[in-house]
């Protein structure tokens, strides 16, 4: 199992470009979710998915959209960069139910310019 | 909703040291995790609780969920080198879609 990965590991991009990160698990995990951790700030939830077909929306869903076709597979995309967006982004997906865990990606570091 | 806060924000001890960290919740959690985070990495599961009371260890990790289910305790036995990193706390409760996370400990240990 290779767990949650996401790609790309490093990404620059300027005001205004929009990209795509991505983000698989092989858990067969119901839920995936997407965060953003700044200095001082801790892990905040941008958007979160309870199963295919289904997304909503965390603590901090403006400049992000995300959509959930596979149970696989979590993509996040900006669709127009701005610095505020300047972060490291992780991807995590989790089993609920009685033990519940979760575990994160790797992460994507953005800077835009 | 719900908060989370984690304490200390951030420790320096000696090598050899035990470490000890907590988080209060404002509600009651069904499940506590902890996690550590080395720089430029992921965050990587460490011990899951469940129960109240319940006490797990994982090596020289020790973590207990509260009897009240409104905190969590993480305590490192004779730390080395290498548990440098920041230690978050996570939780969920009844019926939750998310995690809420504490802002981490940050940890550093001193040769």
């Known amino acids: 199992n290779a767990g949650v990965t996401q790609t790309p590991k490093f990404q620059v991009l300027k005001t205004g470009q929009s990209m795509t990160l991505q983000c698989a698990q092989d858990?067969?995990?119901?839920?995936m979710s997407w965060y953003r951790q700044d200095p001082g700030m801790g892990l905040r939830l941008i958007h979160y998915?309870?199963?295919?077909?289904?997304?909503d929306q965390g603590e901090v869903p403006n400049g992000y959209n995300v959509s959930r076709s596979t149970t696989e597979d979590f993509p996040l995309r900006l669709l127009s960069a701005a610095p505020s967006q300047t972060s490291v982004y992780f991807c995590?997906?989790?089993?609920?139910?009685?033990?519940?865990?979760?575990?994160f990606g790797p992460g994507t570091r953005l800077l835009v310019l | 909703g719900q908060q989370l806060n984690q304490s200390p924000q951030s420790m320096f001890i000696q090598e050899g040291e035990d470490v000890s960290m907590n988080c209060t919740s404002s509600?009651?959690?069904?499940?506590w995790l902890w996690y550590k985070q080395d720089p430029g990495e992921g965050p990587v599961l460490l011990i899951a609780?469940?129960?109240?009371?319940e006490l797990t260890s994982n090596g020289r990790l020790t973590a207990q969920f509260g009897i009240t289910r409104k905190d969590s305790f993480l305590n490192i036995s004779a730390s080395i080198p290498s548990d440098v990193g920041i230690y978050f706390c996570?939780?969920?409760?009844?019926?939750?879609?998310?995690?809420?996370f504490g802002k981490g400990t940050k940890l550093s240990v001193i040769p």
């Open positions: 995590a997906s989790r089993t609920p139910g009685a033990r519940e865990t979760q575990y």
């Open positions: 858990m067969n995990h119901e839920y």
């Open positions: 998915s309870v199963g295919a077909g289904i997304t």
């Open positions: 509600s009651i959690f069904n499940t």
């Open positions: 609780l469940y129960k109240a009371g």
């Open positions: 996570a939780g969920s409760g009844a019926g939750s879609y998310q995690l809420t």
